[in-house]
């Protein structure tokens, strides 16, 4: 009985190392699909999205499909033509006065890490779980947040993060 409980013990500890190890061999294959150079920003046709009540704009390709807008007109979001989880979408909100915040945690900042090409700082976070890659873009300015994001099928997440960088950085805001 000692044994089969040893030789089970040791089969989950080959399970869970065998896990642990096709986990980050997975992460790594991703993140250097990453960074291959084949996007080419250039051979894509593009259009321009203007929010009007917000004033932010970012390109998306002429041949992706909107969905419909909200009715507040806060944002919009783009699918692409081959494949409806593939979408882009941008958006804003206005934000609570910290005089009217009562929960501080909240409030915390998160120091930027990127720059668009207008020169703005913000906020970038790329998420890959089983199912969902996506990068998002946080901007804010004043009283405004400002948001761009990009989401993919995790599998091909890798195959859309330079278009979705591209686009972030593209993203505009209104001059303060």
Do not use: H
């Amino acid at each position: 009985m000692a044994t089969a409980n040893k030789i089970s013990s040791l089969g989950r500890r080959i399970y869970r190392f065998a896990a642990s190890v096709s986990g980050v061999i997975a992460l790594l294959i991703m993140l250097w699909g990453c960074t291959a150079n084949d996007f080419n920003a250039g051979a894509i046709a593009w259009k321009t999205y203007s929010n009007f009540r917000y004033g932010f704009e970012f390109p998306y390709p002429s041949n992706w499909t909107s969905l419909a807008a909200p009715a507040n007109d806060d944002g919009i979001a783009f699918i692409a033509p081959q494949d409806n989880s593939v979408e882009i979408r941008g958006w804003a909100s206005q934000q609570l006065p910290n005089s009217i915040v009562t929960d501080r945690e909240s409030v915390k900042q998160i120091k930027p890490n990127f720059q668009t090409a207008q020169g703005m700082s913000g906020v970038l976070v790329v998420e890959v779980d089983r199912q969902l890659g996506s990068m998002t873009l946080t901007l804010t300015q004043s009283q405004v947040k400002y948001y761009w994001q990009g989401r993919s099928k995790s599998q091909e997440f890798q195959n859309y993060y330079r278009f979705f960088y591209y686009i972030a950085q593209q993203y505009r805001i209104p001059k303060s």
